[in-house]
């Protein structure tokens, strides 16, 4: 009798192998999956958002990557889940302008972020819906990197942005800024 747990597994890279395959393809190479009594076929396919879709498409039963693809089949409503996740390394603080002091007043601000569809772009749209606030009530606006999403809140050309923790608590502790965490990572997780 076989007690083992069959496992489609969605390869996200496809033909090449990245980072997440290789911890994949150790796991394979060193019987940690038969350990957990789990029968893992791999499946290849090209990309993060690919290997989401081949979930969703019941190709295959689960898929491994970055957490943007999951950030953008969730801020479209499917049924994505996070299982196990580096993300807290990720973690992010709602830094806004201080007169911002209620998520209410959000609805008509600027904010701003990497690039439209980058994982801030992701992270920020779901944030907005959990507000219930309409994503076309923001003025979105796509300003690079960090360092310069930080400048344009330093100069109030920009009223929001998602920073992470450690920037954001650095901006915190300088009282030359007039910039607040509005909402901190334990209250967006």
Request: proline letters at 5%; aromatic letters at 6%; glycine letters at 8%.
């Amino acid at each position: 009798m076989n007690d083992r747990l069959s496992i489609r597994l969605a390869a996200g890279s496809g033909p090449t192998f990245g980072v997440d395959d290789l911890a994949c393809a150790a796991a394979t190479f060193l019987g940690c999956w038969e350990d957990e009594n789990l029968d893992v076929t791999w499946t290849p396919v090209h990309g993060g958002v690919a290997a989401m879709q081949a979930v969703l498409d019941d190709v295959v039963d689960v898929s491994y990557g970055g957490l943007g693809p999951v950030l953008k089949f969730r801020s479209e409503g499917e049924p994505v889940r996070v299982i196990v996740s580096m993300a807290r390394g990720l973690a992010q603080n709602l830094v806004t302008q201080e007169r911002f002091t209620d998520p209410a007043q959000l609805k008509g601000c600027s904010w701003a972020l990497d690039g439209f569809g980058a994982l801030s772009h992701h992270m920020a749209r779901l944030l907005v819906a959990a507000l219930d606030i309409e994503e076309s009530d923001i003025d979105w606006q796509a300003v690079g990197p960090p360092p310069e999403r930080i400048d344009r809140l330093l100069n109030d050309t920009i009223d929001v942005s998602l920073i992470r923790v450690e920037e954001a608590i650095s901006l915190n502790q300088d009282p030359s800024n007039k910039l607040r965490t509005l909402l901190g990572f334990a209250e967006l997780k």
